[in-house]
C-alpha cells in the first residue's frame, strides 16, 4: 500500500479521483439503473429520496437513470425526456437532495434508437430490432444534425439543473452503438461505411456537448467494449473510437458489454463476480482518460481488487445501490459483512422495468419506496414471536427489531434461511448465500433472540404471552396423485437438492416451474465442479471472447457434456419456463437446452413403474425409461399455527411469505410481506 492510500482495508476503492477541475471521493459510481420514477414529473419527489439516499450512503458518483434528449429517443411511450427549460425545475429536486448530502450525479443521455417501445423509432438504417415491434426510420442527414443537436440541448439543461456532468449511453445496442456498428448501420454516406464515418455520431455528440458545456462540467461515455452480437466491432474499432471520444472531450469512459438483443448473459446471477474486467483493463492501456470497469461487481473485496490491479480507474455498480444505498459507508467502516449483498436475480428491478412497473429490489424491498415503506422507531415496545426463519420471518424479525420491539425468532431448523439454503446450491445461484449472511448479521445487530432447533406449537406461544405472533412457516412440498408415486425411483427436490440423495443418470422431472429448472441445472452438472463457475469456463461455455480477438467477442461456444439425460415435463400445453423471469428465463433455457434437457408439455402422468414414467403426450402413450422421477410440482401453505378464524383473546396473529399463500410465491413478496408488516405493527 502507498503512504497516499486511506488506512482501511479497501485503500483504492476508497481513493478520490482527481479529475482536474473536481474530484471524486472515492471510485464508486452508482451506475445508471431506470427505475420508473424518471417517467412522471409527479414522481420526482420519490426520486429526489431515493438518489438522496444513495448520495448520504457514499456513493462517489451518482448517474440517473436515462434521460432521452427528444421524443424520437424514448424507449417507451412519454418516457423522461430533458429538452425543455421548464423540465429543470424537476431535475432540480434531485440535484439538490444529492448534494445536499455531499454527492455528485450525472445525468445520463439516452437515445433509444430502434430499441424504442413507440411508433416514432429511428436508427442508422432502417433494421428493424428482434425486442421491439416497431421498425425504424433511418435518420437523414438533416436528422442526425438535429439528434446531435437535442443532446447537446439535454446537456446544457442538465447543466443548469445542477447536474455536475453527463453520461452518454454508447452501448448495450443504443442509438449510438447502432451507428457504431455495420450490424445496424447500412448508411453510405458520410455516417456510414468505415469507423471513422460510424463513430462520428458520438464523437460529434461529445464535441459539440464539451464545447456547449465547458471544461468544468463532467462528460463520461457508456462505451460499448463488446458487443457480443454478429457484426459487432472489433477491438481495434472498440480503441479507435475510445481514442476519439477522449479527444472530442469525454472525461471518463465507463465500459459496457453486449447489446441488449445479444444472446449472452452479462448481468444475470450465474455470470461470475467481475467476468469482463479483463476487457476494461485492455481499454485502460488504451486510452489516458479514466476507464470504469462494470457488471457484476457487487462486493468491495472484490471491487478493490480490481482497482489494485489497475483493471480499472473506477468501479461501477448499478443494482447493489438498490440492495444497500449505505454500501460504500458500510465498507468504510469496515462492515462489508453487514452489506445487503444484490444477488443479481434481476426479479424486483429489471423484471419489473420491462413490465413496465416501478422497480425495486428483492433483498431491499424499499429501494424506490423510500418516502412509503418507512421503519420508523415504535413508541410502544412490543413483544413479538416470528416463527420461520426463512426469507419473510427474517425480514419481519429485524425490521420489527430494528424499530425497537423486543423480538424471538423461532425456527425448526438449526440454520436460519429457510428455502434459500436450497436455492443457493444451485449452480449459478451461489449469491444467495449472502442474503442468509446478510440478515445472520441483520439479527445480531438488531438485537432479535434466535432460538432455532425449535418447533413452536400454538399453544407455547400463546402461552408465552407475546403481543403478536409472526407466522412465517412457508411451505410444504406438494405430491402430486399419480400411480406409483410411493416407488423407490420417486425423489423430491427436497431429497436431491437438500439432502442429496443419488440420482441416476436417466431422469424424468415432473413440475416446470421455477424449482423444476433449478433441479434440471442442478442434474446436468458435474457436482464436483469448481463453485461459482470460474470465468475461463463460463466465457467458454456462452462463446464470449474476453481477448476480443473475434469481432463483437464472440466466437463458436464450447460443447458441454451433461452429468444426466433430463426430461423436464409439465402438464400445461403452454412453453416450460414460461412464467420464468423476463430478463432471466432465457438464460435457463438456454443453459438447458445446450445441455440436452428435453422439455415436454401437456403431459399426462399416467403411472410410474420398475420401467420408468409411463406418461401420455399429444394423444400418444410413452415411457420415460428413467432411474429417478424428481417431484418438483409446486407446493402448498404451511400456517399451521394459525389460531381458528374467530379465535378471541391472546396475541394477533400474522401470516406473511408461504405461510400466507403459496401459489406464486417467490423472495421477492415474502421479504415484502415481512418488511410490511413489521414497519405497521
Ligand atoms: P421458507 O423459506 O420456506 O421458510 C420457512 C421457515 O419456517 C423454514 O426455515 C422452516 O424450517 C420454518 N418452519 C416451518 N414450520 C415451523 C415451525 N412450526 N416452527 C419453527 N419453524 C418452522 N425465490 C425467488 O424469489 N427467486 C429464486 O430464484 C428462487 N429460487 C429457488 C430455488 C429453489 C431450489 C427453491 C427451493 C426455492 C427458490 N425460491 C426462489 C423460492 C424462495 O426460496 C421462497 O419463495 C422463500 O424462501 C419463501 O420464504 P418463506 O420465508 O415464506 O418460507
Ligand atoms: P411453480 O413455479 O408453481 O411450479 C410448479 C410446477 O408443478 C408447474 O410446472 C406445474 O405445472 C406443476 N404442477 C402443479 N401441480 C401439479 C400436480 N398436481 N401434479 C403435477 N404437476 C403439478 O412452483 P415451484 O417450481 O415449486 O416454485 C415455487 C416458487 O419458487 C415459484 O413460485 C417461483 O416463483 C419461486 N422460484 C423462482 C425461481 C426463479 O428463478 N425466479 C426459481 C425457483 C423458484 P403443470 O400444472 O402445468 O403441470
Ligand atoms: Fe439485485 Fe435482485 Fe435486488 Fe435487482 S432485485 S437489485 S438483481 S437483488
Redesign the pocket.
Known sequence: MTASLPDTAYPHLLSPLDLGFTTLKNRVIMGSMHTGLEDRFWNYGKLAAFYRERARGGAGLIVTGGISPNRQGWLLPFGGTLNFRGDVFNHRRVTRAVHEEGGKILLQILHAGRYGYQPLVVSASNVKSPISPFRPRALTARGIESTIAAYVRCATLAQKAGYDGVEVMGSEGYLINQFLCARTNRRTDAWGGSIENRMRLPVEIVRRIRAAVGREFIVMVRHSVLDLVDGGNTWDEVVQVAQALANAGATILNTGYGWHEARIPTIVTSVPRAAFASVAARLRDAVRIPVVASNRINMPADAERLLAEGSADMVSMARPFLADPDWVNKAAAGHADRINTCIA?N?ACLDHTFANKRATC?VNPRACHETELVYTPTRQRKRIAV???????LSAATVAAQRGHAVTL????ERI????N??MR?PG?EEFAETIRYFGRQLELTGVELRLG???TREELVAAGYDDVIV????TMRRPRIEGIAHPKVLS?LDV?RDRAPVGPRVAIIGAG??GF??AEFLVHDANAPRPQPVADWAGEWGVDLDVAAPGGLVKPHGVTPARSIWLLQRKATRPGAGLGKTSGWVHRATLARNGVAMLAGVQYDRIDDAGLHITVGGQAKLLEVDNVVICAGQES?AE?MPPEGQQGGPAFHK????ALAAE????R?IREGAELAARL
Open positions: 436475480c426479479q428483492l416463527v420461520g426463519a426463512g426469507p419473510a420471518g423461532f425456527d425448526a431448523l434461511g429457510g428455502q434459500f436450497i436455492a444451485i445461484k425449535q418447533r413452536v412465517a412457516t412457508g411451505v427436490y437438492l421455477g424449482i433449478d433441479t404451511l399455527l406473511i411469505g408461504g405461510a410465491l417467490d423472495a421477492k415474502a
